[in-house]
């Protein structure tokens, strides 16, 4: 091959990957989803699974929380329907005041690509709040 169909080649693949890696980025589920648990006597509440695009943490914000605290949860799978299991560092985080946060959690790192959050009301009866998304674009508090 000739110098100039070396370069072409070069550029050709070069943009390729460029609007590969932006696709990427572009399609991490970092949009809002809404929840609302009410818990009596310490149940748990949990939400349905969605895609993990990322090995980020997971994005919680809290606008209501009654319990003085709430242990959340972010599970993952390898399906989306059934199959979850607990993959927040440290076990769980705990929240106990309105505001966005952030929760380590190894879901996508263990291969699975569906998560999920849960909470476990332990403190007793009340309602907690909010959006959650499986993956962040960080810069909030980190509560685990």
């Not at 460029?18 to 149940?43: H, K, R």
């Not at 929240?95 to 998560?115: D, K, L, P, Q, W």
Request: aromatic share 16%; net charge positive; with cysteine.
């Amino acid at each position: 091959m000739n110098r100039q169909k070396v370069l072409k080649l070069f550029t050709v693949l070069s943009i390729f990957l460029c609007i590969l890696a932006v696709q990427n980025v572009a399609y991490a589920s970092t949009e809002d989803t809404p929840f609302n648990f009410y818990f009596y006597g310490g149940n748990t509440q949990g939400t349905s699974g969605r895609t993990k695009d990322t090995n980020s943490m997971s994005y919680i914000r809290i606008d209501r929380i009654d319990p003085s605290s709430v242990r959340f949860y972010i599970d993952g799978s390898y399906s989306l329907w059934s199959g979850y299991v607990n993959k927040t560092r440290n076990d769980h985080a705990t929240i106990s005041h309105t505001g966005h946060f952030n929760i380590h959690n190894y879901v996508y790192e263990a291969g699975m690509r569906y998560a999920r959050m849960t909470a476990w009301g332990y403190d007793g009866n009340g309602v907690v709040k909010g959006v959650w998304s499986p993956d962040s674009r960080g810069g909030f508090t980190e509560v685990n």
